[in-house]
């Protein structure tokens, strides 16, 4: 990176100011500053990828197909045994809120940012449900990243969203009947079922949204 006076004058910021952004970035890993060597922007895969900002930032450049593959493995990953968690902690208001976002997914029809937030918001529900906060910050923090994927993945065809409204409502009704191996093979339907979207009629706009819009929803 620039040394600290070309930083100064290029954002006409405090030596204070700069030096808080300097420990903020490094504390998110994404550069490196030491005395004699000077300040290095480290590589993507030393990031921080559990930050809100870190996140947000990456998403406000764009959605590119390396960076939706990476999310879609780690959904496979952790929100099956979420939801099979959910399916032995869940509550009577846990299922009211699971219900509730598929009742708004069912009225935001084609409307994509609207079906997006519900979505998220189903999603949100889950997590809570299984009464492990680490599942729920987990959730929390990527939050803005799945909102900005929904807003790109969700269904414009009325026979689609009917579909996905079905494949998330398997997952509330597995997770009532207290079945966790349904409510985790449910859970890795609807993630597929994204994916699928993404790589098949959506993938074209991966390289032609940016997701400032899309993170709006979250």
Same mark, same amino acid.
């Given at each position: 990176?620039?040394?600290?006076?070309? /930083?100064?004058?290029?954002?006409?910021?405090?030596?204070? /100011?700069?030096?808080?952004?300097?420990? #903020? *970035?490094?504390?998110?890993?994404?550069?490196?500053?030491?005395?004699?060597?000077?300040?290095?922007? /480290?590589?993507?895969?030393?990031?921080?990828?559990? @930050?809100?900002?870190? *996140? !947000?930032?990456?998403?406000? %450049?764009? /959605?590119?197909?390396?960076?939706?593959?990476? *999310?879609?493995?780690?959904?496979?990953?952790?929100?099956? =045994?979420?939801?099979? *968690?959910?399916?032995?902690?869940?509550?009577?208001?846990?299922?009211?809120?699971?219900? +509730?976002?598929?009742?708004?997914?069912? &009225?935001?029809?084609? $409307?994509?940012?609207?079906?997006?937030?519900?979505?998220?918001?189903?999603?949100? +529900?889950?997590?809570?449900?299984?009464? $492990?906060?680490?599942?729920?910050?987990?959730?929390?923090?990527?939050?803005? !990243?799945?909102?900005?994927?929904?807003?790109?993945?969700?269904?414009?065809?009325?026979?689609?969203?009917?579909? $996905?409204?079905?494949?998330? +409502?398997?997952?509330?009704?597995?997770?009532?009947?207290?079945?966790?191996?349904?409510? +985790? =093979?449910?859970? &890795?339907?609807?993630?597929?079922?994204?994916? @699928?979207?993404? #790589?098949?009629?959506? $993938?074209?706009?991966?390289?032609? %949204?940016?997701?400032?819009?899309?993170?709006? #929803?979250?």
């Amino acid at each position: 990176m620039p040394g600290a006076p070309e /930083l100064f004058e290029r954002f006409g910021a405090s030596r204070v /100011l700069m030096r808080e952004v300097t420990k #903020t *970035l490094v504390a998110k890993g994404m550069i490196s500053a030491k005395a004699r060597v000077g300040t290095q922007v /480290l590589p993507p895969d030393q990031w921080n990828w559990f @930050d809100p900002d870190v *996140l !947000a930032w990456r998403a406000r %450049v764009g /959605l590119d197909a390396s960076f939706v593959r990476h *999310l879609g493995q780690m959904r496979r990953a952790v929100e099956p =045994a979420i939801a099979a *968690l959910a399916a032995t902690e869940r509550t009577p208001d846990h299922l009211d809120r699971m219900r +509730a976002a598929l009742a708004a997914m069912r &009225l935001a029809g084609i $409307n994509r940012h609207a079906f997006a937030k519900a979505d998220l918001e189903f999603h949100v +529900a889950v997590a809570i449900a299984s009464g $492990n906060p680490m599942f729920r910050s987990f959730a929390s923090v990527i939050e803005i !990243a799945l909102g900005a994927l929904f807003s790109l993945s969700s269904p414009d065809r009325p026979d689609a969203i009917a579909e $996905n409204v079905a494949r998330h +409502a398997a997952i509330a009704d597995a997770i009532e009947r207290g079945d966790a191996e349904a409510a +985790a =093979a449910a859970m &890795l339907a609807v993630i597929h079922m994204g994916s @699928d979207y993404m #790589t098949g009629s959506g $993938n074209h706009e991966l390289s032609s %949204v940016r997701p400032q819009e899309a993170v709006k #929803t979250a």
